[in-house]
């Protein structure tokens, strides 16, 4: 099996599956972005062997664990302290916003608890690093979050991310605010793995069926 240690269920799931043969496109519509550019695709495993693949671990409501103890390790007094959590983001404005309504929905469980209940506001944002054009507005947005937040509390910035804190100093340089720069390893994320191996092997061990039998052609 293959796990795709990315935030959520679809990155680089294409990709994935076309080298491993799970499918024909490197694109959900039949396309490969490599042919567009007149490039060679990458090539493919070709053989007996059966895969299976999972990704996601921001999907899972149990990352939510992983959060809170990353806001317990820094908090000082609830009471007067901003979270912000911060994740890398996507490209597309529509699968960036898909991602923010997970984060949101997961600040939504972290005010379930009494410690994080007491906190002036916890927040959700991205970054979406990776393409300049965007992340420029992005890094901007945040800055201006901590800064304005800054005036009247003390801002925990949690790294919403599997490890590290990635290029999050550089971008938010000359702040005020306190950094967890340790990620999401937590044994949240072993359940994660744990629970998505048992289900990759579940489909790997069924009965085949007569459909399944079908080669492709």
Not at 74 to 100: C, F, M, T, Y
Not at 103 to 131: G, N, Q, S
């Amino acid at each position: 099996m293959f796990v795709r240690l990315y935030a959520l269920a679809h990155h680089l799931k294409d990709h994935i599956e076309y080298i491993l043969g799970l499918s024909d496109s490197l694109e959900p519509d039949g396309r490969t972005a490599a042919h567009d550019r007149g490039l060679t695709p990458p090539a493919q495993i070709r053989g007996a062997a059966l895969f299976a693949t999972f990704g996601g671990y921001e999907e899972d409501p149990g990352i939510v664990e992983a959060l809170h103890a990353r806001i317990q390790e820094i908090s000082r007094d609830p009471s007067q302290e901003i979270v912000i959590l911060v994740a890398h983001g996507d490209k597309r404005d529509e699968d960036n916003a898909h991602w923010l309504s997970i984060m949101r929905a997961h600040i939504e469980r972290l005010k379930r608890d009494p410690h994080c209940a007491k906190l002036k506001a916890i927040l959700a944002a991205t970054v979406r690093e990776d393409w300049p054009d965007l992340r420029e507005h992005a890094v901007a947005e945040v800055r201006h979050l901590i800064e304005a937040h800054a005036k009247t509390g003390r801002v925990l910035v949690i790294a919403d991310r599997l490890y590290g804190a990635g290029p999050y100093r550089k971008f938010f340089d000359g702040l005020d605010y306190v950094l967890n720069d340790k990620g999401l390893v937590h044994p949240a994320l072993t359940h994660w793995l744990e629970a998505g191996i048992n289900q990759a092997i579940s489909v790997l061990t069924r009965p085949v069926s007569a459909v399944d039998r079908v080669a492709k052609p």
